[in-house]
Each structure stands twice: as C-alpha cells, then as structure tokens.
C-alpha cells in the first residue's frame, strides 16, 4: 500500500501545520511574519533593492483600512493585517495566475484563513461587511504598488483596480525594507493590534 503524500510542513516555530486540515494549535505569528516577509508581491517584478513583501502590503492594508474606518474594532483591523495570512506558506500568486489554477487555490486558502482567523479571536468566516471594507483597502493598495513599484501608468492601474480620489492614497507611499524590518513590523503590529482587542 502506498503511503500518502505528506500535507504538513515544519514552520520555523516547530510546529507542523497540515495545509489540507489546518488546525489553530498549529498557527503562530512569528511563523506568519516570517513567511510573509520573504514573499514577493507581483511576483518580484518591482522596483527596488528589496521585494516588495506580503508583509509590507499587509500592513499598508491595515494601515488604509483603519485611515477609512478609524471608529471600526481593532479586531477588524487585525481582520485587515491577516488578510492575507494564508500567503506564509502557500505563496502569492498574481490574479491571473490564481484564475489558470482554478477553485483548489481558494479553497485552500478560505481552510487556511478560517483557521487563522480563530487561532487570533476571529469568527472563522468574517462578516461580508467587513470583508468588502478589507478588499476596498487590499485595491487602493494594488493601486500605489502598481503605480509606485511596478511599473503601471495611472490609466492601467484605474483600469485595473479602480480610481482612487486623493484623500484615499495621500500622502501613502511604498515602503521597501528588507525582510527581517518587515518581519518586526508586521509583528509588532499585530502584538499592538492584539493589546487594543
């Protein structure tokens, strides 16, 4: 009988966390952070002397999230720094790519979210209302890494991820560190983040 193919894999933090049943015992920040920090947005096609990291955009997310909504729970603004979690350790892959693969993609990473999402105090599935304020910050951030970083005109990313009206994105500007910066930051926010819940 053959022996199944493995479905876990050992984070830094020594857990072993199964990608097709994930669990929240198995689900640490620092593993988040870490893996996040060394994933390239826009699959490394950016300007810079470093990649424009998952981590950095997740905190430009948070950071337009909470600049539209400053009255909103700071459990949602940790809804808004997790939002793309699930990228530490099955990458980010460019739109396009993620509609040639198919549904498997986004049911792996709803299974990962949901499981995140409980590990940090969070309902599995978050409410619509706030996953539509999320996704509107997530492309007023397409929007400046695209324009700023990877080479779009204006007109190509207002095509593609919607206008911004200048109180959306002034004075918000791209950020490159090098990961183990964007490592920290991204903890200490969600530490921050945390305290305030």
Do not use: C
Not at 2 to 20: E, H, K, N, Y
Not at 104 to 131: C, N, S, T, V
């Amino acid at each position: 009988m053959a022996t199944p193919p493995r479905a876990w894999q050992r984070m830094l933090s020594g857990r072993r966390l199964d990608l097709l049943d994930p669990t929240p015992l198995d689900i640490e920040i620092e593993d988040i952070a870490h893996g996040l920090a060394f994933v390239a947005r826009w699959n490394g096609q950016t300007h810079g002397d470093y990649p424009y990291s998952v981590a950095e955009h997740s905190l430009l997310v948070e950071e337009i999230f909470t600049r539209q909504h400053p009255d909103v729970p700071a459990r949602w603004r940790l809804a808004a720094l997790l939002h793309d979690a699930p990228e530490y350790v099955i990458g980010d892959m460019i739109s396009p790519v993620k509609a040639a693969v198919g549904p498997g993609y986004g049911e792996l990473d709803e299974r990962l979210a949901a499981a995140i999402h409980l590990r940090f105090g969070l309902p599995a599935q978050l409410p619509k209302w706030i996953k539509t304020k999320i996704k509107r910050a997530d492309k007023l951030s397409a929007w400046l890494e695209a324009v700023q970083i990877a080479g779009f005109t204006e007109a190509e990313a207002n095509r593609f991820f919607g206008k911004p009206g200048p109180e959306d994105i002034e004075p918000l500007t791209i950020r490159l560190r090098e990961p183990l910066a964007a490592r920290a930051a991204y903890t200490a926010r969600h530490a921050a983040l945390l305290a305030q819940i």
